[in-house]
Structures are given as C-alpha cells and as structure tokens.
C-alpha cells in the first residue's frame, strides 16, 4: 500500500491539498495516508519548521503531496526557523534537484492569461529548474562594511557536477517531449553562469538529437511573454527558474494552474506541490484555485506510483471542468475552492 505524506503548511496550503487529497482518493483506493506539519503551522506546534517526525515521514513515503509554506507573522524570525526552511530543507535533505514545471494554456483559459490569446495558446513548456543549489543554499551572512553600512550576501554558486546532473534531466525531458532545449543563465556576467553554460555545452554532445538554445534570463523573461510557442523545455538554475516559473504561469492563466515535481536521481520519489506559496491575502477565505494542487497530484500518481492512466484521468477532468467554464476568482469565476473541486471530482466518473 503507497504511503503518501501531506504536507498542508500554511496558509492555502491545508485548503488546496484537501482537495488534492480527495482527487487521489477518488482515482486511488489503494493509498495509506500521514499527514504532518509544516511550516509556520510546524513552528507554532512543535517549535521547527521541519520537525524530525515530519522529515522521518517524508522520508518513509512513497511520495509528498506539500501544500505552501510561509506567512509574515514569521518574517521576523530567524531564517532557519522561517516557514520558507522547511520546504529548503525538505527539497535538501531528501535530494530533490530537479523541479519540473509544465506551463500549458488549457482550452478555455485564453480570456485569464495576460497575454493576448492568439499568442497565450501557443505556450505549452516544462521548465526543469534546479532545485539544492545556487543563491538559495550559498553561504549567506549579514554585517557592516568599514564605512558601518549594514551589508548583505548570498553566495551563488554551483558545481559541475550539480549542472552535469540537471543538465541531463533537461535533455532526457526534452527527448520525451518536442526534441528542443533551450538553456537559461546569465553568463554575460556571472561566473556561475558561464560554468553552467559551459557544461550544458559538454552534455549536448551526448545528445545530438536534441535541438540546444541558449538565453540570457533577461531576454528569456521578455521571449516568454513575446512568443511562449518557441519554448519546449527550458533548463535553468534555482533562482531564475522560481522567477521564470510564477511568469510562465500568468501566460497560462493563473498561478493556481501550475502543478510541480520535484524528483531525485531515481527520478520516481518526489515530493509534488503548486508552484504557488501560501497566498496570505486569500487565505481561509475559500478561493484558492486548487488545480495547481490537483494537477501536482496527478504528477505524483505519474511519477511517484507509476500510475500514468490514473494521472491522465486527473487532467482530462481539470481540464474538461476549465473547458466547461468552472473558474475560481484568480481566472475570472466565482467558484469556491471546494465548489472548484467538486467540478474536478464529477468529471472523474
Ligand atoms: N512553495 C512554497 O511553499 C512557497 C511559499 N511562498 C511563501 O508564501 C507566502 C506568500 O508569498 P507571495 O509572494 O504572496 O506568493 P503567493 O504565490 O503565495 O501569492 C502570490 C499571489 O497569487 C495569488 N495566488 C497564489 N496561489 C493562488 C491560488 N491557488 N489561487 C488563487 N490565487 C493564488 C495570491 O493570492 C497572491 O495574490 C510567503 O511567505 C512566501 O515566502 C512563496 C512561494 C512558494
Ligand atoms: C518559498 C521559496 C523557498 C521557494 C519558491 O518560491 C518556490 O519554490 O517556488
Ligand atoms: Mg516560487
């Protein structure tokens, strides 16, 4: 019997994994489930954002269905007792490097993307970002400098080896999806960069069948929004790929649309999530879109259990619920979360 540990958080978090969680119990009788917290809401009962018992859990499941993390009653707090450090450690300590994010247009959602809709119907790419290294795990400090300014730092950097790795993940993505790479860094000007496109360069030649491109983020940030039709699957680090990712999903619609796994090296544990966090302004008021949830969900039931039939049916009812009109009030609509849900549920027979 698969164990799934759920990981609600704060915020959104409980309400779109609730529904998240109903979706898999409908396609999936056969699922043993442990929920546990994290986060803010981990802070506040056990004292860590990560506590032990939750890290053994994640460790123990066949999967992670994680909601969101983080709320500005804790910004004051030190960083490693912020929400943000339980999904850092929890990608870290169980080796997630690579987050894949598909951005699709679905049928119907032309009128909530930010982009004309001849041009938003073109977008249909997976971005597979980095995910245990750059600026968010560098050394990181705050000081004074000699003139007694407060300084800040934050160490980017990466290994060839880390590169080597998800550099692989993007061509063999590639490879499954339109046969088109397109490499994102900024090695106009960082050494990090250059090392990155250096090796991404090395590891094309084991690939030729597959089309290599290069961008600068910033162009890249510009072309996704020009013409997201010319993108198959984009390769890029952690930073630019947390960015690029909540752009991309304007361009589809909503940022409740986008779904996300973040996979290790045997590319089958994962942990799934919205790429969206915790959404204080609309938390606990029910209109948190949850298909990004529902849509991580299916992911899972694909890459974590193997279920790839299970995970069709998943998205063709989110998508034929979108096709029927169903929105909540991110695309436009006025559904609740769980009326948004119960379109979803119908929809799976
Ligand atoms: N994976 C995670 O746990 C993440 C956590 N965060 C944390 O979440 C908190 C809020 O961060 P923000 O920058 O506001 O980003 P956010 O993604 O939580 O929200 C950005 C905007 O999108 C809207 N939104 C997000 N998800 C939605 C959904 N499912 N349906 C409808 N609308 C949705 C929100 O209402 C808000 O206006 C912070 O503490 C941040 O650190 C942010 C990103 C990822
Ligand atoms: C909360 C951050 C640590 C991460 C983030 O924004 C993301 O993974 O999308
Ligand atoms: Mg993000």
Redesign the pocket.
């Known amino acids: 019997m698969p164990l799934i540990a759920i990981l609600p958080?704060d915020?959104?978090?409980p309400e779109?994994t609730a529904a998240a969680r109903r979706v898999l119990e409908a396609v999936a009788s056969d699922l043993e489930f442990a929920e546990a917290p994290v986060?803010g809401a981990a802070y506040e009962a056990k004292g860590h954002p990560l506590p032990e018992s939750t890290l053994d859990l994640a460790r123990k499941a066949d999967a992670i269905l994680?909601?969101?993390?983080?709320?500005?009653r804790f910004?004051t707090l030190e960083r490693a007792l912020r929400?943000?450090a339980a999904?850092l450690g929890l990608r870290k300590e169980l080796s997630l490097f690579a987050n894949l994010r598909p951005a699709v247009l679905f049928e119907g959602l032309e009128d909530a993307s930010a982009l004309r809709p001849e041009v938003a119907r073109s977008i249909d790419l997976m971005i597979v970002r980095e995910l245990n290294g750059d600026v968010y795990f560098g050394e990181k400090g705050r000081g004074t400098t000699a003139d007694g300014l407060r300084e800040g730092h934050d160490l980017m950097r990466y290994d060839e080896g880390e590169v080597r790795r998800i550099a692989r993940v993007g061509f063999e993505t590639a490879r499954a999806r339109n046969g088109k790479l397109c490499s994102v860094d900024k090695a106009n000007v960082l050494e990090t960069s250059q090392l990155w496109r250096d090796v991404v360069i090395e590891v094309a030649a084991d690939y030729p069948d597959i089309e290599l491109s290069h961008l600068y983020v910033d162009n890249a940030a510009m072309q996704l929004v020009r013409d997201p039709g010319q993108f198959d699957v984009i390769v890029t680090g952690n930073l630019f790929g947390d960015i690029l990712s909540?752009q991309a999903s304007m361009c589809a619609g909503?940022?409740?649309m986008l779904p996300s796994a973040a996979l290790g090296a045997d590319g089958k544990k994962g942990m799934f999530?919205?790429?969206?966090?915790?959404?204080?302004?609309?938390a606990g008021q029910g209109?948190?879109?949850?298909c990004?949830?529902i849509l991580s969900a299916a992911m899972l039931l694909r890459y974590s259990l193997g279920r790839g039939e299970a995970a069709d049916r998943v998205e063709q009812a989110v998508r034929g619920a979108i096709a029927d009109g169903a929105r909540?009030?991110?695309l436009g609509g006025s559904l609740s979360t769980d009326a948004m849900a119960e379109q979803v549920l119908e929809r799976l027979g």
């Open positions: 958080g915020g959104i978090g779109v986060g994680f909601g969101a993390v983080g709320d500005f910004d929400p943000e999904i909540d909503s940022i409740g999530e919205p790429i969206h966090g915790s959404a204080p302004d609309i209109k948190a879109n949850p990004a949830a909540t009030p991110d």
